[in-house]
C-alpha cells in the first residue's frame, strides 16, 4: 500500500488476535429464521430438507477450511471447532467470523434449490455469529455436549408441542398442557396420545448432526481387468451420533488430540 499522510487512520485499528494455545469455536445461528421458516412454509417440528440444507452448508464449510476438525448442527444452528494450534488469518477473530458466516450464507443460498426445487427464496437468509475460546478439548467436548443436551430438549418438547397442535389444540393450549411436564412424561403422552416411540425418531432431529473427517475406503480407478482399486483416504463425513457419553470420542480420538 502506497504511503500517503491518510494512513494514519489505521491507528484507529484494533488488535483482535485470538489469544494462541486455544480452541476456536464459531456458532453460526440463523437470525430471525422462526419467520423465515413461516414465510418458507418449513414442516414443523422439524424439516428434513431444511435440516439437510444446513447440513450441506457444514460440509461444504470443511472441504472449504482445513482448520476446521469438527462441527455439530442444530436445527439453524452450527458450530465449528479450529484446532487450537490454528494459525486460520493469524487467529484475528474478525477475519475468521466474517469469512466463516459470509462463506456459510452464500453456500446456503446456492444449494437451496437443491432442496427446494419447487420453492423460491422469498427473501436473504442471514445468519449472526461468535467466536469463542476454550483452552483445553475438555471443555471442548462440554461445549458440544451442551449443544447435544440442548437439541434432545427442544426437539422432544417441539414434537409434543406440534403433535398437539395438529391433533387440534390451540398452541396456548399446547403450553399449558406441557409447562412444567418432564422429560419422561413427555415420552408418555407422544407414546399414550399419538402412537410415537421418541426413541425411533429420526436419530438427525434427537441428536443433531456431526460433520467431521474420516478414513474412507474409496475405488480410485479400476485395474487392467476392470477389478477396483481402493485407497484410504480421508474424507468429509456426515452422521448423528451421542456425542455427550465417550464412545465417539473413543472411536475418533484424533479429532480433539491436543498438541
Known amino acids: 500500500m502506497a504511503n500517503s499522510k491518510f494512513e494514519y487512520v489505521k491507528e484507529f485499528e484494533t488488535d483482535d488476535r485470538l489469544p494462541p494455545s486455544n480452541w476456536i469455536v464459531v456458532r453460526i445461528d440463523g437470525c430471525h429464521f422462526h419467520q423465515f421458516s413461516v414465510d418458507h412454509a418449513f414442516e414443523k417440528p422439524n424439516d428434513e430438507n431444511a435440516l439437510n440444507l444446513m447440513n450441506a452448508c457444514a460440509v461444504s464449510m470443511l472441504e472449504q477450511f482445513p482448520d476446521i476438525v469438527f462441527a455439530y448442527g442444530v436445527s439453524d444452528e452450527y458450530s465449528f471447532v479450529l484446532k487450537e494450534t490454528s494459525q486460520f488469518y493469524q487467529r484475528r477473530a474478525s477475519k475468521i467470523l466474517s469469512l466463516t458466516v459470509s462463506y456459510f450464507t452464500a453456500v446456503y443460498v446456492m444449494k437451496w434449490k437443491e432442496f427446494f426445487p419447487h420453492k423460491d427464496l422469498k427473501r436473504p437468509p442471514f445468519f449472526d455469529g461468535r467466536v469463542v475460546c476454550y483452552p483445553r478439548a475438555k471443555i471442548i467436548r462440554d461445549y458440544l455436549s451442551w449443544r447435544q443436551v440442548d437439541c434432545h430438549i427442544n426437539n ?16 396456548r393450549e399446547a403450553q399449558e398442557m406441557l409447562k412444567g411436564m418432564l422429560s419422561k412424561d413427555k415420552n408418555e403422552l407422544l407414546f399414550q396420545q399419538f402412537g410415537a416411540n421418541y426413541d425411533k425418531l429420526p436419530a438427525m432431529f434427537r441428536k443433531g448432526s456431526c460433520v467431521y473427517r474420516d478414513k474412507v475406503e474409496e ?39 491436543e498438541d
Open 156 to 171: 422432544q418438547y417441539n414434537t409434543c408441542f406440534w403433535m398437539l397442535v395438529k391433533s387440534g389444540k390451540t398452541e
Open 219 to 257: 475405488t480410485v480407478k479400476f485395474d487392467l481387468t476392470g477389478n477396483p482399486v481402493k485407497r484410504i483416504r480421508k474424507k468429509v463425513v456426515l452422521g448423528h451420533f451421542d456425542i455427550v457419553g465417550p464412545n465417539f470420542w473413543r472411536e475418533h480420538p484424533e479429532i480433539l488430540e
